[in-house]
């Protein structure tokens, strides 16, 4: 069989690239990574990985270098707005690691990236390779065609390049995913900027209709992370770069709690960016393309589960290749779909409600998921 046939091209090498990649690679296969941008570099913000991130991460050996670099709370707290009153405790910590056998780590996600990307050989990732046009011949290989005038063949495509993905474009045709009329202000700062301020290691601050969740993201907390999300519905920019107004940042908290908005008022810069979701997806694969992550089911941050749940596609994609090879792609993909679909699907709309954690929630659908253990589900119809 010819080399092209056998190699695994993955388009986007953010965290859920860079994840199957790690995830393909440790299970014998060969593995390209396209990026279009020229090279990665440390921009993004503070990521919570749950218990059923990590236990995906620990099967890439993960555990201990991320614990190394991120923060382990000893419980998350909800609170309401105005009054600071605890509606929900969430014990996390050494009973959390007890139960589900990894730990639950605040990150910054630069350090994630950065770890994933480790995993992968540099000569396995190619940047400035923005992809302009995909072509399935039929005969066991897609082309892929990049602006650089540069092409690539490949047995498989994965479609890692999220929400604005070019690869489900190809597949489906383009649409434009749906405006929440909600903006989320972030900031990443030193943790010395609120003077002594007591606060909780990892809380969410549930307002009427805007909420701000906050938590260190270092082993000795001298780091802290915010995002506040509030309904501005002209507001359409979803560049995580897009510099945000601090003088309407604290205008749109300004009925909080003091500690909230010394939080908000501590940060340096700010960096503002429009939350948008789509419905879940009939299908996520045709031929040799397939989509992981926010390529095919995005969420807005309300459960702290995108991330996490690109993480579990890519390794049970990964588990499912393992199973069949690359002889039986369409096999393979059906599979994962069938697998993962249910989930994601409940996820996006559990996520859509913005609730999670508010009061006493059921966290064991989510939280216990091992997607290196987790049953592979009968494939669905193949599409045609």
């Not at 993960?62 to 998350?76: H, M, Q, T």
């Not at 070019?166 to 929440?180: S, W």
């Amino acid at each position: 069989m010819k080399t092209e046939k056998r190699k695994i091209a993955i388009v986007g090498a953010g965290i859920g690239g860079l994840t199957a990649a790690a995830s393909l690679l440790r299970l014998g296969f060969t593995v390209e990574v396209y990026e279009q941008a020229e090279q990665f570099a440390p921009i993004g913000a503070g990521i919570q990985l749950t218990a059923n991130a990590m236990q995906a991460l620990g099967g890439l050996g993960l555990i201990e270098p991320l614990r190394s670099k991120g923060f382990v709370p000893a419980a998350f707290h909800s609170r309401e707005w105005d009054t600071a009153k605890v509606t929900n405790v969430l014990v996390m910590g050494k009973s959390l690691e007890e139960r589900y056998g990894t730990p639950d780590l605040m990150i910054h996600r630069a350090r994630l990236h950065a770890v994933l990307a480790a995993l992968t050989p540099c000569k396995c990732i190619h940047f400035s390779k923005k992809l302009i046009g995909i072509e399935h011949n039929g005969s066991g290989v897609t082309a892929l065609a990049f602006a650089d005038g540069s092409r690539a063949e490949a047995a498989l495509v994965i479609g890692a390049d999220g929400i604005h993905s070019m690869v489900r474009e190809a597949l489906f045709g383009a649409d434009e995913p749906r405006f929440t009329g909600r903006v989320a202000y972030r900031a990443t700062y030193p943790t010395e900027r609120i003077r002594g301020l007591a606060i909780d290691e990892r809380a969410k601050w549930w307002g009427p209709d805007r909420h701000v969740v906050h938590y260190f993201t270092t082993p000795n907390k001298d780091e802290i992370y915010f995002i506040a999300v509030t309904p501005e519905p002209n507001f359409r920019v979803e560049s995580w770069s897009m510099v945000g107004d601090k003088n309407m940042l604290r205008a749109a908290f300004a009925g909080f709690h003091p500690i909230v908005r010394t939080i908000l008022s501590a940060a340096p810069e700010i960096r503002k960016w429009a939350l948008v979701e789509r419905d879940p997806m009939p299908s996520w694969w045709e031929n040799s393309i397939v989509l992981l992550g926010d390529a095919c089911h995005p969420m807005a941050p309300y459960m702290a589960q995108g991330a996490a749940t690109a993480i579990e596609d890519a390794v049970i994609l990964a588990r499912c290749l393992e199973h069949v090879g690359c002889d039986d792609i369409s096999k393979a993909l059906a599979v994962y779909t069938a697998s993962r679909k249910p989930r994601t699907d409940r996820m996006q709309l559990t996520n859509r409600e913005n609730t999670w954690l508010r009061e006493r929630t059921d966290t064991e659908w989510v939280y216990e998921y091992d997607a290196w253990r987790a049953r592979l589900a009968l494939p669905e119809s193949s599409p045609t």
